[in-house]
């Protein structure tokens, strides 16, 4: 449908197409059942398998976030702590002292 601005019989073709009786709002979607009409208690029922479909769809992603995530987590933990270990053996090798913690005057 682009370009329909500037091209006046595609955009004609498409407005005699969409007053086909295929595309008509009271009969449904080109391919649906011809009798077939939308209401307000059939949209409501569509909304809520949706929403049921987005809820298991969020469920899903969460668990897969979980299984990726979960382990990268606990291993990044286990380095860091790795390297805290080797640095505290550092400290002990070249008999640093303790660094005293002084308060930081404020003006």
Known sequence: MTGLHTNS???LESLNAMHSPLFHPRVGFP???PQQS???ASL???RQQIEDTN???INMLTQQIG???NPLIQQTHNRYQTLTDQMGRIVDFFGV???Q???VPQN
């Open 38 to 40: 939308l209401t307000n």
């Open 67 to 69: 299984t990726v995530f």
């Open 44 to 46: 409501m029922v569509l």
């Open 9 to 11: 019989s595609s955009f």
């Open 101 to 103: 913690n002084r308060p």
């Open 55 to 57: 809820h298991e769809i």
């Open 31 to 33: 391919g649906s059942h």
């Open 97 to 99: 002292s303790p660094v």
